[in-house]
């Protein structure tokens, strides 16, 4: 809540004026639903997005040497009700403010954004097989920006692209596709050839002074869900029981700051 005090000329009065700040918005412990900002965003009006477009180039020559190397090993998205095939895959070098230093060391390029821009919070590859859908589904929080780099895109929007709530986007190679993760969204690649892309998921400025916090939220989530995923009595449970487990995550992840904010990731999830 912001409160501005106004003075009214020649009469003594003082307004107060209550202005409230755009509601933090997480998945299934807020509203079922998200659309509560525009569905994306030009890379004009951020310094960060500017500056992956200029290093655009040299990114797209490490993702493809890393990709073509013999030990690239990327995972399948954790949550299989989102894909058709199972062929959504990502490889991760930064997660939710967490480090895998292994993978950054290939990446000199990104440790040198993330010097300059705090407000990076996660890095990874993301590759769309040849014929998988990811599924329409809101994401993890409005408090962030989600940032699509194109690295390798097989074909123009008819055969390979992105929706936004209603709206539609293609992929450019060496180019931004920004939006509000906690919007309704959805991807194909109907093409016969992978597509491939860099995401970035940056704080929002008006949340930057939470950016520990939300973290560590969207991580406690992202386990819980994990939880889901391998033990369907926990999804089952009420979602109070959920939330005395989500708090629990929160905690020990908490606990764990520390160490893997010196050290790094301990173990990986996406």
């Known amino acids: ?13 003082k ?4 202005k409230q700040l755009k509601e933090e918005w997480f998945a299934y412990f807020s509203s079922e639903h998200y659309s ?3 569905n994306f965003y030009s890379s004009e009006n951020f310094d960060w997005a500017k500056a992956i477009e200029a290093n655009s180039n040299e990114i797209a020559t490490e993702i493809t040497r890393i ?3 013999a030990d690239f090993t990327p995972k399948g998205y954790f949550i299989k009700g989102l894909t058709v095939q199972s062929g959504w895959k990502t490889f991760s070098f930064l997660t939710w403010g967490i480090k895998i230093n292994e993978a950054l060391t290939l990446t000199p390029v990104f440790n040198n954004l993330l010097a300059h821009f705090p ?4 890095i990874s590859i993301n590759i769309l097989e040849a014929g998988e859908k990811i599924k329409a589904h809101h994401g993890d929080s409005n408090t962030f920006y989600r940032c699509h780099l194109g690295i390798d895109i097989p074909q123009g929007l008819q055969k390979c692209g992105f929706r936004v709530n209603n709206q539609d986007a293609e992929w450019k190679n060496n180019k931004l596709l920004i939006f509000n993760d906690a919007n309704k969204h959805e991807a194909w690649n109907l093409s016969d050839k992978k597509r491939v892309i860099v995401v970035f998921d940056v704080i929002r400025s008006e949340y930057k002074h939470k950016k520990k916090a939300i973290c560590l939220k969207i991580r406690s989530f992202l386990i819980l869900q994990l939880l889901f995923e391998q033990y369907s009595f926990i999804k089952k449970m009420p979602k109070w029981i959920h939330r005395i487990i989500n708090s629990s995550i929160f905690i020990l992840l908490f606990l764990l700051y520390p160490y893997q904010k010196k050290h790094g990731v301990i173990k990986k999830h996406n």
Do not use: A, T
Not at 1 to 13: Q, W
Not at 15 to 18: D, G, H, K, S, Y
């Open 15 to 18: 307004v107060i004026i209550l």
């Open 36 to 38: 509560d900002s525009p």
């Open 119 to 122: 407000e990076i919070v996660s």
């Open 67 to 69: 990709i073509n190397s």
């Open 1 to 13: 809540m912001i409160i501005n005090l106004i003075l009214i000329p020649n009469s003594g009065l």
